[in-house]
């Protein structure tokens, strides 16, 4: 059988790794070469030492002068209907304004900015202008509270802090503003500018010592916007890990490193091109709106959807409705958002055109066979693929895809796909480190960097050589457990420390979730482990049934039944609990660790980052409510 592209790039990267990135790397703009392209002694390394670039002239300046200026580059959406877009040439211009306003505020090269917008096209100019003279921009989520804002202002060292003074979520204003004066009223910090983005028709003028964005940009008028060269191994943005343990850690990603793996995947696994209207339906303030609404479509050429809002309002037609306006070809979206969407059936998208579309993207949480089958089959009836991907913020781009850019393979749903090239992964045991078999399940580790891999964390190198590298010395640690099957395909099963062990037999929290999914009545399930004297553990089990679905003694042993033929005897549910929602980050991912401190009676720990706190609530009230009827 003749080698796939993928196999080919895979064998190359093995055989020779500073020479496969030296020949993927060297399209994109080096200012000066590099003197070697990788030195490693782990947890420490460098990529494309020596060499200067910068980002956005990579994402900007070059298609510019290339004769692409009037292709059109960003197009900014609200849910209300509210909508901007601008060419190349014109974000260039509004990048340049930016840059040489922050020049003339005194942020030059190495100077922290924290970024706290809602996604629009005000933020993602100043990641952009940001990255163009050396700043660090550190983007937090719009819509965390003041605690998680006023630490990671403190945390990154910011000397200027943009915010808006609300976004728009559900047809109302989400104030924002309020949330910064608080976080900052903690004092502590080293921030001297604060810049507010006035959108809102009663918006409240600025207080003493702050600017509004109208008097930020006349600082700059006539001033300097031009790029800097800088190293690759300089810091290009600080951004926190999204929250499923208790601490957030500040990931850096640089220049050099981050656009170079930032390239290869999206030529590889996405097959980003001049010709794209890509929609990436995250939020500026994870990973994925970096890389993939922010600096990866616009290092293609491709024009990038950055949607404000939710997707299912004004209705649950939405997502379909700008499909098929904007003509989109490839489509990114969460686990989570098809599962909510998911609840409402096939038939929204059944009046939309959706002809346009190529391929669609899932990637924060395992894609469960049972939404990728809805998605795929009911509503796509298997004319574009649906790909299942994995990545970290600390990876900055996909380690397993189905590469659509270098030739489909074939689909497994519920597998991440393969490892992609350079990504030397493996499967380890935890506890001796030898490497697994295909079918067990152990830790995934990377035992060589990879470009786009975070190389440190903000302020704390010590944590990241313990967290990352020091469990399987030499090797970073993804905290994932996962198997590879015959074929190389890999099948997450959770985090490694939240697979639940039952009479010595290992059950992944999201194969468990899984099987839950496959009863009708089933829209998400969450799922931990419960001491058991006796088997050691056994599963309890949070359910949120679809609209109109009630209740009853039935159903539960309905759910338990279906687990158990999906998944065998060795799945025994100790608690099966009914809620309305998850605790999930607000970039989706289901909290488990939430969810096994309510089981156990212990304290949840920081929730700051959660989406819904009445979810906790929620859980603790059906989990004591079991306790009180058992006592």
């Known amino acids: 059988m003749a080698e796939s592209e993928l196999e080919r790039l895979r064998r190359e990267a093995r055989d020779d790794p500073d020479g496969f990135w030296a020949r993927e790397a060297a399209d994109l703009p080096w200012f000066t070469p590099w003197r070697r392209v990788l ?228 030529r590889w696994v996405y097959g980003l091109g001049p010709d794209d209207v890509w929609w990436s339906t995250s939020d500026i303030g994870w990973i994925v709106g970096h890389s993939y609404i922010v600096y990866g479509p616009l290092l293609a050429g491709a024009t990038s959807i950055a949607y ?93 895809a189905n590469p659509w850019g270098l030739g489909l393979e074939e689909i497994r749903p519920g597998s991440a796909g393969l490892p992609m090239p350079g990504w030397d992964a493996a499967i380890v045991d935890p506890q001796t480190h030898a490497e697994l078999p295909p079918g067990e399940t152990g830790m995934m580790v990377v035992r060589r960097p990879f470009p786009s891999l975070t190389p440190t964390l903000w302020g704390d190198p010590e944590r990241w050589a313990r967290d990352y590298w020091a469990r399987v010395p030499g090797c970073y640690t993804s905290g994932d457990a996962c198997r590879f099957d015959a074929e190389g395909y890999a099948w997450f099963s959770g985090r490694a420390d939240e697979v639940v062990k039952i009479a010595a037999h290992r059950i992944g929290t999201v194969e468990v979730e899984t099987a839950f999914l496959h009863h009708p009545a089933v829209a998400e399930a969450g799922a931990t482990g419960r001491p058991d004297e006796l088997r050691g553990e056994v599963i309890a089990a949070f359910v949120v049934l679809k609209p109109g679905v009630e209740p009853s003694p039935d159903l539960e042993r309905e759910l338990r039944a279906t687990v158990r033929d999906v998944l065998g005897p060795v799945a025994v549910i100790g608690e099966v609990h009914i809620v309305s929602s998850l605790p999930k980050t607000r970039s989706g991912k289901i909290m488990r660790r939430v969810l096994r401190a309510v089981v156990t009676g212990v304290d949840v720990g920081d929730v700051s980052t959660i989406e819904n706190e009445g979810s906790v609530e929620d859980a603790r009230a059906a989990a004591e409510a079991l306790r009180r009827e058992t006592d």
């Not at 209907?81 to 090269?109: D, F, M, N, P, Q």
């Not at 100043?126 to 006023?150: K, P, Q």
């Not at 395992?366 to 298997?382: F, H, K, S």
């Open 308 to 400: 404000e809002g939710s997707l299912d309002f004004p209705d649950v037609e939405q997502l379909w409705r700008i499909i098929d306006r904007e003509r989109v070809t490839g489509l990114f979206t969460a686990p989570t958002a098809v599962r909510m969407l998911m609840q409402h059936g096939a038939d929204p998208a059944r009046g939309h055109d959706l002809s346009s579309l190529t391929r669609v993207f899932c990637a924060g949480e395992t894609l469960n066979p049972p939404a990728w089958e809805w998605l795929q089959r009911d509503v796509l009836a298997d004319r574009v693929p649906v790909i299942d991907h994995m990545w970290q913020t600390e990876t900055g781009v996909p380690l397993f």
């Open 39 to 266: 030195e490693s002694t782990p947890p420490t390394f460098a990529w494309f030492r020596g060499a200067t670039t910068n980002v956005t002239y990579a994402c900007l300046d070059r298609h510019v002068e290339a004769g692409r200026g009037d292709a059109a580059a960003l197009v900014w959406l609200r849910e209300d209907g509210a909508e901007r877009r601008l060419t190349y040439r014109e974000l260039l211009h509004e990048v340049e304004r930016v840059a040489a306003s922050l020049r003339a505020l005194g942020i030059g090269k190495g100077d922290r900015v924290t970024v706290s917008m809602p996604v629009s096209v005000e933020a993602v100019c100043v990641m952009l202008a940001c990255a163009r003279i050396g700043a660090i921009h550190s983007v937090v989520f719009a819509g965390f509270g003041a605690g998680a804002l006023g630490q990671r202002i403190r945390l990154s060292g910011s000397k200027a802090v943009f915010v808006a003074d609300a976004t728009r979520r559900r047809g109302a204003a989400v104030p924002l503003k309020g949330i910064l004066d608080e976080a900052l009223a903690e004092g502590d910090h080293q921030v001297e500018h604060v810049i507010v983005q006035r959108r809102e028709p009663d918006a409240a003028p600025v207080a003493a010592g702050e600017l509004d964005w109208e008097a930020f940009l006349a600082l700059g008028a006539g001033g300097d916007g031009t790029f800097e060269a800088v190293d690759a191994m300089d810091p290009l943005f600080i951004l926190a890990t999204s929250g499923t343990t208790a601490t957030p850690k500040l990931a850096v990603h640089v220049h050099g490193g981050y656009m170079a793996g930032l390239d290869a995947m999206g």
